[in-house]
């Protein structure tokens, strides 16, 4: 899409976007979840969706798929951290799209949703990323969490951040490079221009 048409489309479906932020907000805040224990889970989602409001014109290929990106991105820990089913996030979608919009938001987050395992390496194996290349918009919102993730750890100095800050960037070529597809098609892409901007902080 242009930027002025997917410009257009957020503004076409702005009241239920805004209906999916408050529901994925509440959701977060229904389990007590934190972000660096300051701030309500929500400053998180609205960072990584601030991405989809700059770069998501690059990847999102018709007006069909603007509502299942957003989604996908306000609910993309919901499964890991909120304890919502995949058929829970599905049956939430449902309620702001058709049924292939929602199978396709339910994606996005279950793909981003870590496996089982002790470390942060099982977390996130060749498996689970094998799940995001797999999925259309799951490469695009995984980066939009990780620059989120990475300018937040940069910009808020205290000892578990500066920990975290050389976690990313020492991960930096192995996440661009797993969450890279193969595919042509431009639901898989990564905007080079958000691309850049992490790999700022790897500097």
């Known amino acids: 899409m242009t930027q002025n048409e997917f410009q257009a489309c957020v503004k076409k479906y702005a009241e239920t976007i805004d209906a999916i932020k408050q529901s994925a907000h509440q959701l977060h805040e229904h389990v007590?979840?934190?972000?660096?224990k300051t701030h309500p889970y929500g400053f998180h989602l609205d960072m990584v969706v601030d991405s989809v409001y700059q770069?998501?014109?690059e990847v999102c290929a018709d007006e069909h798929d603007v509502l299942p990106l957003f989604f996908g991105a306000y609910y993309h820990?919901?499964?890991?951290?909120?304890?919502?089913t995949?058929?829970?996030v599905k049956g939430a979608a449902r309620g702001y799209m058709d049924e292939s919009q929602a199978l396709?938001?339910?994606e996005i987050a279950y793909a981003l949703t870590n496996d089982k395992g002790r470390t942060r390496a099982e977390r996130?194996?060749?498996k689970y990323y094998q799940g995001i290349r797999e999925t259309p918009y799951a490469p695009f919102v995984k980066l939009a969490d990780r620059?989120?993730?990475i300018s937040y750890s940069f910009t808020h100095c205290h000892e578990a951040n500066a920990h975290m800050k050389e976690v990313y960037r020492n991960e930096l070529p192995h996440?661009?490079?797993?969450?890279?597809?193969?595919?042509?098609?431009v639901r898989f892409s990564l905007p080079q221009r958000m691309i850049e901007a992490v790999l700022q902080f790897g500097r």
């Open 32 to 36: 007590n979840q934190t972000y660096d």
């Open 55 to 57: 770069y998501g014109h």
């Open 77 to 84: 820990d919901s499964i890991e951290d909120a304890r919502l």
């Open 86 to 88: 995949y058929n829970d």
């Open 104 to 106: 396709m938001a339910a």
């Open 124 to 126: 996130a194996g060749e």
């Open 147 to 149: 620059l989120a993730n």
């Open 175 to 185: 996440f661009l490079e797993a969450i890279t597809s193969e595919r042509e098609d």
